[in-house]
């Protein structure tokens, strides 16, 4: 019984091989009736039923374990989460760092809930602060979940995350908040311990400016100690403190500039340490050297450079630069050696070589509101991403950063103080570009405030006459990045809604979307003539982009 069937399987195969065989001409003929002529024995057929009897169990477990069993999905990486506190308000701040050490970056924000019945707010009190008070949150970028949240000030004025401690110190990295009412608390970036809190010496009638600054150690500590600098009356006031434990090194003293917010630590080529404040048509500085030595009453570690010294000099109240139109930003950027700076007024934009204060070139005519950004438009050249102009006249250029040249622009309204555009790096040395702006030009004087719905638009410059619609917003935005959460992929958006008024507490939430989700939903917006390419083309092509972890 068992003999009979294996000679019909075996038979058919004898025919198949024969008629193939047969088909491969005259030459092989001889060859094949030499081996086929002996009548096979009972023991070669055996080996024959067991060569492929095992030669197809192979390829059964082939097939089983390459289509059958599905890949595990290597990232563990929800695509999109969101996550919700009510009757809250939020701050424009967003960090992302890796906190549970999972590989996967996570997101630190902050927020403020006046919904006295969520008995966390509670914990106001617990850390001397009355309810509401404002509290830090970093939540899984995997999944959403919170990993840590503390309160840490009645209300925020400045924060700074990623601080280096010292390594003695349990914390290696640490989150510094400056209070508007006085306190000054780091509590570490992976835990949200308390590091250290003091009560800081800033008076009630200062407003303290932006951005906290990071200086070179004062203290002895090898941790960068922190710069606060305030405006009481017309008099921009520093106060020093250190790092590590918060307390101020010294006295405070008046810079003798005049400047708001905004302000800058540039390093000259020379090693010169100088803040950079924008003040009325003008760039204004400083030096550390400066600084430090009415702070102290000491010769510090900083230097003056001669050629800063004497332009300073020259002139009164630390002018360093006349500009024309109102300074608004300063930027650094990379320079051929070291950094360079780029200042954008009113009226112009301006790369100022970082050590002769030298125009490298200028954009005239531009009304800038917002603080530029960089990307790459050609492979591994920067580009900066202005913005000129406001609402229904908003313009996006990016410019070459080397020469100032026009590389791209685009007419996109937009609101205004809409969120400011941002950029990925691409595998192919390029960046995805991410703009927002109002959905296909409506006719914005028409519409309420409340009701307009923001639109997020990609480009990639492969593509440069292709906008991709990835998502439209009504709520208020508040903070937005675009981020790479998992190296070379996983890109997402990170969008912090919340209430327009810190007197209006509302729905704050936190969202993450991954971009190629959305690519796969987007609306192909075609700039000019029409492209070759079929929509699904485009997106197809968007979806394939890989995304690089910057050096
Ligand atoms: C927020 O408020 C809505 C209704 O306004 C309620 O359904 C929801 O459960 C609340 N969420 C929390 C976390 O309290
Ligand atoms: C919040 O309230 C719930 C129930 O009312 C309680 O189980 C929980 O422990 C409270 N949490 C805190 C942090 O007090
Ligand atoms: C999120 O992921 C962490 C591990 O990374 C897990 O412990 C937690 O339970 C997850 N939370 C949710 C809501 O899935
Ligand atoms: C704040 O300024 C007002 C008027 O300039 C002054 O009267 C008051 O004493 C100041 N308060 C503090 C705490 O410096
Ligand atoms: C600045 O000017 C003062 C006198 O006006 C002079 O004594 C000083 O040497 C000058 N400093 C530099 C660095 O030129
Ligand atoms: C900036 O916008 C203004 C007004 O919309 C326009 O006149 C000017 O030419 C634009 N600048 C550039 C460099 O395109
Ligand atoms: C926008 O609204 C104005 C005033 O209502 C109207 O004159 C104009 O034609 C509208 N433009 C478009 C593009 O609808
Ligand atoms: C955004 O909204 C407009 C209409 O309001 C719609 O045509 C468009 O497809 C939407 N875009 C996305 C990405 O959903």
Redesign the pocket.
Known sequence: MMDKDLEAEIHPLKHEGRKSQENLGNTLKSEDNLKIKPPPSRLSRCRTVAFFLSLFICLFVVFIVSFIIPCPDQSLSQRMWRIHYNASVTYDFLAVEDINKDRIQDVLFLYKNTDSSDNVTRSCTDEGFSIPCTFVAAVSGANGSVLWEKPVAQDVALVECAVRQPSDSKASSACILVGRLGSFIAVDLFTGETLWSCPSTIGGNASILSPLLQVPDIDGDSTPDLLILTREGQEVIGAIYSGSTGHQVGHRSSLDVDGDGGALLHVTRTGAHYILLPCASSLCGCSMKGLYEKVTGKDGPFKNDPLWENILNSTTRGRLLHSSGAVHYLMHVPGKAGQDILLVSSESCVLLDGQDLMPRWT?G???VLRKPSLGRYKPDTLAVVIE??TSI?R?I?LLDLSTGA?LW?QLLPSLLGGPPSTSLPTADHCSAFFFWGLHEMANTSEMEPQDTQQSLYMFHPTLPGILLELANVSANIVAFDAILFEPSRHAAYVLLTGPTSSDMPGLVSVTKHKVRDLVSGSRVVHLGEGSPDSDQAIRDRFSRLRYRSEA
Do not use: A, E, K, P
Request: hydrophobic share 25%.
């Open positions: 954009l005519t531009t009304q000129n102009g006249d313009q250029l026009v622009s």
